[in-house]
């Protein structure tokens, strides 16, 4: 059994949602890990913030470009999926993007 590669911060992975409820966004669709490295390392699950092109500029939203498209990463929207749901690699958000991600987040968690 070959053993899977080593998920890290800031890549982006096709993530099956589904299922859902409610409002939470669905379907297979591009998601950012944003759990810290050592949690990767040693567990069967990731933190991921969903990617979307169709979102509106909220202060909890950053705004990013990712293969060639201008979208959002959507910290409203984080879950924590297992290994299972992950689907292909398709990169890494800049180094720039995954401050501004810890930033918000620092922001939203802080108060």
Do not use: W
Not at 21 to 35: M, Q
Not at 56 to 70: I, L, N, S, T, W
Request: charged fraction near 25%.
């Amino acid at each position: 059994m070959v053993a899977a590669p080593p998920v890290q911060r800031g890549e982006v992975y096709l993530v099956a949602l589904n299922p859902t409820r409610g409002r939470e966004i669905r379907k297979t669709r591009p998601c950012v890990i944003i759990s810290p490295d050592d949690l990767n390392a040693r567990l069967g699950t990731f933190i991921v913030a969903p990617l979307t092109t169709g979102s509106h500029p909220y202060p909890f939203r950053v705004a990013c470009r990712f293969e060639g498209k201008d979208g959002h990463v959507v910290l409203d929207q984080v879950r924590t999926v297992d290994r299972e749901r992950l689907g292909k690699r398709l990169g890494v958000v800049t180094g720039t993007t995954q401050a501004k991600i810890l930033g918000v987040l620092q922001a939203m968690f802080a108060a």
